[in-house]
Each structure stands twice: as structure tokens, then as C-alpha cells.
């Protein structure tokens, strides 16, 4: 009891002493946002933190299957992105590996004697949002508002990350009380559920036996609070469809065109009248439709985004057949050609109730934690769920958990912004939980 006592009160310390390191990488990476597949400052700056902090430490092809990745940027893009993470402290040795978009990061701590494995996921990307600039928003107020005009940490990416780091900082000075092995997974494009399925078919889960993933805000704007599970995560499909037509002129020659933007159209107003199944309740959105290059022309390409989502599986599954044969009708009734290409993809998934029961307990001992509420329903997607499913089909447990924050403006808003104390119990329970899941800090 006293040796857990110690333990306990050293990471504590610890936290409290990390807390303004925590700060500053947050404020560091929200003024320097990077989209899904181009976090290339972000993940080389973190890889090579915990490099040296004696974490072992992989990056690439490593960690990421190259053809499981969803939604990559174009080579064009990924490549100007790259030059751009080289020019604004980007760390050049580990953002070689990364160069066509594996960004995703793994590093491993294996303790000095055997035990579990314990996984953690913290999400790295950020959104393609113009962030609010007047002094009414407080990171253009005190100076670290996006540095990049249209791409902004409005979902809390940047403190999952800081948290992550911070961890394994103090993970890293206990090593030698710790039993088994702790995974630090960093994680791209998350936002459109894009990323996870390539860390997954990496096989980056395989030996986990515990797997934990937080978020800051969400269902909870109480600073100080930890919701430790949440389930009833929607199932969910993304797509991107094109229509290829013909272009004419609209008033000389209408019939000799082939419009893309009214097949298109077709195609939306038969998606969003897809009919619901029993076996859950459904989402259907159809969130871009782009065509058209003058008033004068017969649209000859039309683009459109859409997501599906649905309670369980079966539903997201139902809902994406439908969908391909509405996308095919539309194209086959104004005759167009027409592509699909799938731009996201994640599971339906729900924590566990042993799991939650653990980190209840553990957030109640915390002189951070204000408040310790019930486990919620998500109502939404989180691609962390491909992970959780993984380590759960192979018998682990899993939990995702939320940090309580208030905030300034909804998640995806350009006013978007965390109270930061939030970082402190975020590092405090992930960092306990670590130790007590991997048998390092038995129960109280």
C-alpha cells in the first residue's frame, strides 16, 4: 500500500509539473494545424519527443497500411504539405517515413517486468475551418490562432495530442515500476473517420489488452469532469461520388449536353429519401454537391459528399447498398458516367462496462476531477471504434472516455476553443489508468 501510495503521489507531482509543457504544445499545435494524412510537423515533432524521452518509436509503413488509408489528400498536395511541416519545424529524420502520408505513430514502453499491454489513442488532425481572428476569440487574443488561413483545430485534436505526449513523458521517468507494455498510438484523420482502419490492418492493436481513448468536450462542458465510458457510437459509411456528363451550350444546343448537376441532384433527393431499417435508427447527409463552371453551360461533372450512419452495423450496412444503387440509377437516368470512391468508414462500438467501472473508481481519487458522471450514448462516429472493436475481438477490454471542458463554441465552429485545465485530468487518469491496467499500480 505504501509503495502505490508513492506511486500514485509521484505521478501527481509529475502531472502538475507537465501541466505547463501541456499548455504550450496545445498552443503550439493549434497555431500549426494539419489536415488528415499531412500531419507531418505534428507526428515527426511528437515521434521524436518521445524518441528521446526512450520510447520506441515507429512511424510509416510501419504502423499504416498504405492502400487501407480513406480520403487521401492528392500526391500533389500530400507533397506540398510535406515541404511546408520541412519548413516550419518539422523534424526532418522522422518525417522521411511519413512523406506519402503515413503518419501515424506508434511508440511502445515495455516495462522491467511482464504484464499486460495497454494501448492509448490520442487523434493529431485538425479541420478545413477559417478560424475566428477578432479579439473576442481567445487564440487570436493571446497569439496562437491558426497560422493557417482555412485549416483549424476546432475538435480538440491538439489537446488529445498534448495529452498523449505529456503521458508518456511521465510514463517514460517511471519505466522501471512498470510491468507489461504501454502503447502510445498517434492517430491521423480521424475527421472523416479515415484513419484507423490502416493502424488497425497494421496490426498496431494485436497485443493489446486494454485499449482507452479520450475526448475532450463532447458530451460533457463541465471542466473537471470524466465521463469514463461512452458507447452507442453510430456505425458509419462515408462516400465521394462524380458524375461525368457532356458539356453544350445552353442555349444553342441544350440537347446535345449531358448534364452532370441534375443527375446529381437526382442522386441527393434519392439518398436523403432512403428508407429506414428496423434494426436501428439512421443518418443520411449529403454535405456538398459541386458542378457547374458557367450559366451559360450544361454541367459536364458534378461531385458529391455524403456520409451514412447507422446505430449498428447491420443498419450502415443496409443504408451503403441502397446508396451505391441510387448513385447508379441517377448516373443510368440522365446518362452519365458516374465513380464511387469510398472516403471514410468506421464500426459501431460501445465500451465496457468492467473497463468503466476501473476508471470510475480511478477519476474518483483525483484531485483534478471535479465530478465523475455516468456513462453516455455518442449519437456520433469516432473512428476509434475500429480499434476498440479490434482489441475487444481478440477478448481485451476497451473504453472511451470523455474529459470534461468548457467551451467557447461547438466542436467543427470557427470559435471553437477548450479551458486547458482540462489537460490536467486527462494526463492525471490516462496516465494512472496506464499503470493500474497494466498491473504497475494495483487497485486500491
Not at 482555412?150 to 517514460?172: N, P
Not at 458522471?373 to 473512428?383: K, L, Q, R
Request: net charge negative; hydrophobic share 45%; aromatic share 4%.
Amino acid at each position: 500500500m505504501e509503495n502505490e501510495e508513492t506511486l500514485r503521489a509521484a505521478v501527481i507531482a509529475q502531472s502538475e509539473e507537465e501541466f505547463d509543457s501541456a499548455i504550450e504544445l496545445r498552443r503550439d499545435l493549434h497555431a500549426n494545424p494539419e489536415l488528415g494524412w499531412t500531419e507531418f510537423r505534428t507526428a515527426s515533432r511528437a515521434a521524436a519527443t518521445l524518441d528521446a524521452v526512450g520510447w520506441e518509436v515507429r512511424t510509416g509503413a510501419d504502423v499504416c497500411v498504405q492502400d487501407g488509408r480513406m480520403g487521401v489528400p492528392a500526391a500533389s498536395e500530400l507533397a506540398s504539405a510535406w515541404e511546408s511541416a520541412l519548413a516550419n519545424g518539422g523534424h526532418p529524420g522522422w518525417m522521411e517515413p511519413m512523406r506519402n502520408g503515413l503518419t501515424g505513430v506508434v511508440a511502445e514502453l515495455r516495462g522491467s517486468r511482464p504484464g499486460p499491454t495497454v494501448a492509448m489513442r490520442f487523434d493529431m488532425d485538425a479541420l478545413p475551418i477559417l478560424e475566428a481572428g477578432d479579439d473576442g476569440h481567445r487564440p487570436a487574443r493571446e497569439g496562437f490562432i491558426s497560422q493557417r488561413p482555412g485549416v483549424m483545430h476546432a475538435c480538440g485534436h491538439d489537446a488529445h495530442t498534448a495529452i498523449g505526449v505529456s503521458v508518456a513523458r511521465i510514463l517514460a521517468r517511471l519505466r522501471d515500476q512498470i510491468h507489461g507494455t504501454i502503447q502510445i498510438i498517434l492517430q491521423p484523420a480521424e475527421e472523416g473517420t479515415r484513419g484507423a482502419a490502416a493502424m488497425v490492418a497494421a496490426g498496431v492493436l494485436d497485443q493489446a489488452d486494454y485499449f482507452l481513448c479520450p475526448h475532450v468536450g463532447a458530451t460533457s462542458e463541465m471542466t473537471g469532469e470524466i465521463i469514463p465510458g461512452v458507447s452507442g457510437f453510430l456505425a458509419t459509411t462515408k462516400l465521394d461520388a462524380w458524375y461525368y456528363g457532356k458539356a453544350a451550350h445552353a442555349g444553342l444546343a441544350p440537347e446535345a449536353g449531358l448534364n452532370a448537376m441534375l443527375g446529381a441532384a437526382q442522386a441527393a433527393l434519392g439518398l436523403h429519401a432512403l428508407s429506414r431499417h428496423s434494426a436501428g435508427n439512421s443518418r443520411v447527409n449529403v454535405g456538398v454537391l459541386q458542378a457547374g463552371t458557367g450559366r451559360n453551360i450544361i454541367p459536364a461533372e458534378a461531385h458529391l459528399k455524403l456520409e451514412l450512419r447507422g446505430e449498428v452495423s447491420e443498419v450502415t450496412e443496409y443504408l451503403d447498398e441502397q446508396a451505391l444503387r441510387v448513385l447508379a440509377g441517377a448516373a443510368s437516368m440522365w446518362g452519365l458516367e458516374h465513380r464511387v470512391e469510398r472516403a471514410g468508414a468506421a464500426p459501431g462500438a460501445a465500451s465496457d462496462d468492467e473497463l468503466i467501472e476501473v476508471l470510475r473508481a480511478l477519476a474518483a481519487t483525483l484531485p483534478s476531477v471535479t465530478h465523475v458522471g455516468n456513462p453516455t450514448f455518442a449519437g456520433a462516429s469516432d473512428d476509434a471504434t475500429a480499434m476498440m472493436r479490434r482489441v475487444q475481438e481478440r477478448g481485451g477490454k476497451a473504453a472511451y472516455v470523455i474529459v470534461g471542458t468548457e467551451l467557447a463554441a461547438g466542436h467543427h465552429n470557427e470559435r471553437f476553443d477548450i479551458s486547458e485545465q482540462c489537460l490536467l485530468p486527462g494526463i492525471q487518469l490516462f496516465t494512472l489508468a496506464a499503470l493500474q491496467l497494466t498491473g504497475s499500480l494495483p487497485h486500491s
